[in-house]
């Protein structure tokens, strides 16, 4: 299957910081990239949705000012927290997909995560 | 708005057992289904799809969901589970919605067996 990387995996940041998360689709083009939260034995929460050179679209109840989406390319998204605090602390997960107009949605491809820590 | 429901949190299981857990959605239009699961360790990976045609659908590993419309529901299964199935399983629901593709992922469930 198709590969997705995550860096940093693991981040510490002292609290009002920003931290930039990047997501790379390594052998195929992206149209789509999602960006996830998980919290401790929880489910993932999509956070928001990112299409190549479009805005973002978040969630209800995230915030676009702190969490920052960039998708400025078809394999890289990046995710930055910005003004970091302890409750932000949590495992971040990308995924990326194909998805065409008013194709079929295909699968999505998980990166492994990254862990923040604020603090 | 969609959502999905799984309602087994836990389950343990011996060896040869059977599995089945279950996955109930909520969306009027058309949805794409899917099942992930993430081993120890270890980042999410595809188990099984669904998009359309046949509502029993094969995935890796011995695994199988079966689409009931009726039902709203895409419950996963395998005949004999093998220790190496522990692992945390999640239903997720793909849709159109506001013109892009909205996914949707269940509370999973974790599943240990003990050998």
């Known amino acids: 299957g198709a590969v997705v990387s995550q860096h940093p995996s693991r981040v510490i940041c002292k609290s009002g910081t920003s931290v930039k998360i990047e997501c790379r689709s390594l052998d195929f083009q992206a149209t789509t990239m999602f960006w996830y939260r998980q919290f401790p034995k929880q489910s993932l929460m999509l956070m928001a949705t990112?299409?190549?050179?479009?805005?973002?679209?978040?969630e209800q109840g995230v915030e676009k000012d702190k969490f920052l989406i960039n998708h400025a390319s078809l394999t890289l998204s990046t995710l930055t927290v910005t003004s970091a605090h302890p409750e932000d602390s949590s495992f971040y997960i990308c995924?990326?997909?194909?998805?065409?107009?008013?194709?079929?949605?295909?699968?999505?491809?998980f990166g492994p995560g990254t862990r923040l820590t604020v603090l | 708005a969609q959502s999905v429901s799984q309602h087994n949190h836990h389950v343990i299981l011996s060896e040869a057992a059977s599995l089945e857990l279950g996955c109930n959605y909520s969306y009027g239009g058309t949805v794409n289904l899917f099942w992930y699961v993430q081993y120890p360790g270890q980042h999410l990976q595809l188990l099984l799809k669904y998009f359309s045609g046949d509502p029993l659908v094969k995935g890796i590993k011995g695994f199988e969901a079966e689409f009931i419309k009726s039902k709203f529901s895409f419950n996963l299964r395998k005949p004999s589970v093998q220790w190496s199935d522990t692992a945390e399983y999640f239903c997720a629901v793909t849709a159109r919605s506001g013109g892009y593709q909205k996914v949707t992922f269940g509370t999973g469930t974790k599943l240990q067996v003990i050998p």
């Open positions: 995924s990326a997909g194909t998805s065409g107009g008013t194709s079929s949605y295909n699968e999505q491809f």
């Open positions: 990112s299409n190549e050179g479009s805005k973002a679209t978040y």
